[in-house]
């Protein structure tokens, strides 16, 4: 099995949150480089050493970076896709604090990524009724499915993941004809887009990320949806009473394709967004995090209707 080896350029001040940032993309596996450590090794009076360990005399004037390795594969692409987007937000937010947050790839150029995750995204079937392709793929022979057409941009949410598949995989259960969808944590826009091609009757879109909002009403217009059929907001549920009062209620399906402290801290608001007998659906959960999803949203409410697992990843139905 092949891996690519990524290298992360920030500050040392930044490296705490970065590394929290990495783990909730699943990224649990890195090495931190950065010149503070051996700063602090000599600012240790308490201890005498007789011998420096050459890892650690290599801190001395090495800038600050994380390294980590992600499959060389359609996964570790997707993942990849996603790291990129949360760099730029980042970078975006507070470039001083950050650094540079320049992101190398073994020996291959960061705007070069593009074009070599285009080796691993090729037309693929979800379910029973949907094909999901780039722009750049003909597909033929495909029945009765519907296209599901998504570009990999600087967001998660080509398909590909589990996670995605998943819920994709629950919602042709789900959709009926005519409901009133809301995704949140879009990114890409794949579910609501699936949801809609499914016979949804329209969507609201949600995510913290600007360049995801914006990137998954490209996606909708680009599968023939026009804005009367969607909706999108850029915000936090959990520090914004405006945006939840904006978002409204009254949604028949509800999406959470996220990570599991995240879906945990929803888990007391998604009532509020809900028509009676609503279906939630949520996924990104680690079966090692299972439990906690499951208690958080008993104790609110919920009861399940159905569960699914590959290879690790969770979804979860529930009314």
Same mark, same amino acid.
């Given at each position: 099995?092949?891996?690519?080896?990524?290298?992360?350029?920030?500050?040392?001040? &930044? !490296?705490?949150?970065?590394?929290?940032?990495?783990? $909730?993309?699943?990224?649990?596996? @890195?090495?931190?480089?950065?010149?503070? +450590? @051996?700063?602090? @090794?000599? $600012?240790?009076? +308490?201890?005498?050493?007789d011998y420096v360990d050459d890892d650690l005399m290599g801190l001395k004037d090495v800038p600050t970076h994380i390294t980590l390795y992600l499959q060389d594969n359609e996964q570790g692409m997707e993942t990849l896709s996603e790291l990129k987007g949360v760099l730029s937000e980042l970078r975006k937010a507070d470039g001083e604090y950050y650094g540079s947050l320049e992101m190398k790839i073994d020996n291959v150029k960061e705007e070069d990524w593009a074009n070599n995750w285009k080796q691993y995204y090729k037309p693929f079937t979800v379910?029973?009724?949907?094909?999901?392709?780039?722009?750049?793929?003909?597909?033929?022979?495909?029945? &009765?499915? %519907? /296209?599901? $057409?998504?570009?990999?941009? *600087?967001? @998660?949410?080509?398909?590909?993941?589990?996670?995605?598949?998943? !819920?994709? $995989? %629950?919602?042709?259960?789900?959709?009926?004809?005519?409901?009133?969808?809301? +995704?949140?944590?879009?990114? *890409?826009? /794949?579910?609501?887009? &699936? &949801?809609m091609l499914l016979g949804a009757g329209s969507a609201c879109m949600v995510d913290i990320f600007r360049n995801a909002v914006d990137t998954a009403a490209e996606n909708m217009e680009k599968n023939g949806f026009s804005a009367d059929k969607y909706s999108a907001y850029c915000g936090n549920i959990l520090a914004d009473e405006l945006l939840v009062s904006e978002i409204g209620t009254g949604y028949n399906v509800v999406v959470a394709n996220i990570v599991a402290d995240v879906i945990i801290a929803m888990s007391e608001y998604f009532r509020t967004f809900m028509a009676a007998g609503a279906t939630l659906v949520v996924s990104g959960i680690i079966t090692e995090r299972l439990d906690e999803v499951l208690a958080a949203l008993k104790k609110n409410g919920f009861s399940i209707v159905s569960t699914a697992v590959q290879e690790g990843w969770n979804v979860i139905v529930l009314k």
């Open positions: 099995m092949n891996f690519m080896q990524i290298d992360v350029y920030t500050n040392s001040e &930044a !490296v705490n949150v970065l590394v929290i940032r990495l783990s $909730e993309l699943g990224i649990n596996g @890195f090495t931190i480089h950065d010149s503070a +450590d @051996f700063e602090e @090794f000599l $600012e240790n009076k +308490d201890m005498n050493w379910g029973e009724k949907l094909v999901v392709k780039p722009s750049w793929e003909e597909v033929t022979d495909i029945g &009765a499915r %519907k /296209i599901l $057409e998504i570009d990999p941009a *600087s967001t @998660f949410g080509t398909g590909q993941h589990h996670t995605t598949r998943l !819920v994709m $995989e %629950k919602l042709e259960g789900i959709i009926n004809g005519g409901e009133k969808v809301l +995704d949140l944590g879009c990114g *890409s826009g /794949i579910l609501s887009i &699936a &949801a």
